[in-house]
C-alpha cells in the first residue's frame, strides 16, 4: 500500500530564518507530486508540482522554492522565511505505478507560524 | 469571479438532518474531487466524479457537466460529519492539477 510522510508536522521560526520541509512517498514510483498552501481563513493554493525527479513547475511567485531530488521526495524550501509564509503546507501524490492519476492523496500537513 | 465557487460557505446543521454543499465552476475540467478537511488539518479524499452519482455510505455526489455543478449530499447528519468540504475540480493534461474551492464548513449539533 501506498503512504505519505510530511515533517515537521509543526514548525515555529522567526522571520528570516530558512525552511526546509520534506515530503516522502512509499509505495509507488514515478508519482504527480504537489505542494499546496493554505493560508489562515482561506482555501488551497497550489504552489508546485513536479511529474518527474528535477522537474519542477511553480504556479504562483513567491519566496518558495521546490526540488524533488530523489523520485519519492519533495522538498519545499526557503532561504529567508516571511511573515506571510504563514499557514499549513500539504504535500499529495497521484498517478505512478502504484496509484492512479485520477486520485490525490494528501499527506498529514506541516502547520508553519513565522513570528 | 473564482474558477470554483462553493455554497453555503458556513452551514450549521442539527444531527440528522440532510445536507447539501454545492459548488459552481467556470473552467473545463476532467474531473471533479470532493475533499473532506478535519479540524486537525488532514485531508480526505471522499469522491472524485466525471458524471453521474456517486454513493459512499450516507454521502453521496453529483455532477452535471454541462452545467458545471456538482452536489455533495450528506443523509441522516452526524456530529462526526463536522468538518470544511472542499470541491476540486481538476483540470485536463498530465499534471492533474486541483482548482480548490474556498470550502463550507459545516458544523452538525447533537
Known amino acids: 500500500s501506498q503512504t505519505i510522510h510530511q515533517w515537521p508536522a509543526t514548525l515555529v521560526q522567526p522571520v528570516g530564518s530558512p525552511l526546509s520541509l520534506e515530503c516522502t512517498v512509499e509505495g509507488t514510483s514515478n508519482p504527480n507530486l504537489y505542494w499546496y498552501r493554505q493560508a489562515a481563513g482561506r482555501g488551497l493554493q497550489l504552489l508546485f508540482y513536479s511529474v518527474g525527479i528535477g522537474q519542477i513547475s511553480s504556479e504562483v511567485p513567491q519566496n518558495l522554492s521546490a526540488s524533488r531530488p530523489q523520485d519519492r521526495q519533495f522538498i519545499l524550501s526557503s532561504k529567508k522565511l516571511l511573515l506571510s509564509d504563514s499557514g499549513f503546507y500539504l504535500c499529495?501524490?497521484?498517478?505512478?505505478?502504484?496509484?492512479?492519476?485520477?486520485?490525490?492523496?494528501f499527506g498529514p500537513g506541516t502547520r508553519l507560524t513565522v513570528l | 469571479k473564482n474558477e470554483v465557487e462553493q455554497s453555503p460557505q458556513n452551514l450549521t446543521a442539527q444531527e440528522g438532518e440532510f445536507i447539501t454543499i454545492n459548488c459552481s465552476y467556470s473552467?473545463?475540467?476532467?474531473?471533479l474531487h470532493w475533499l473532506q478537511q478535519h479540524p486537525g488539518g488532514g485531508i480526505v479524499s471522499l469522491f472524485m466524479l466525471s458524471s453521474g452519482k456517486k454513493k459512499h455510505g450516507r454521502l453521496i455526489a453529483t455532477i452535471n457537466i454541462q452545467e458545471k455543478h456538482s452536489s455533495l449530499h450528506i443523509t441522516a447528519s452526524h456530529p462526526r460529519d463536522s468538518a470544511v468540504y472542499i470541491c476540486?475540480?481538476?483540470?485536463?493534461?498530465?499534471?492533474?492539477?486541483?482548482?480548490f474551492g474556498t470550502g463550507t464548513l459545516l458544523a452538525v449539533q447533537p
Open positions: 476540486a475540480p481538476r483540470g485536463g493534461g498530465a499534471t492533474n492539477k486541483l482548482i
Open positions: 499529495a501524490w497521484s498517478g505512478g505505478e502504484g496509484g492512479s492519476y485520477n486520485e490525490q492523496f
Open positions: 473552467v473545463g475540467i476532467s474531473a
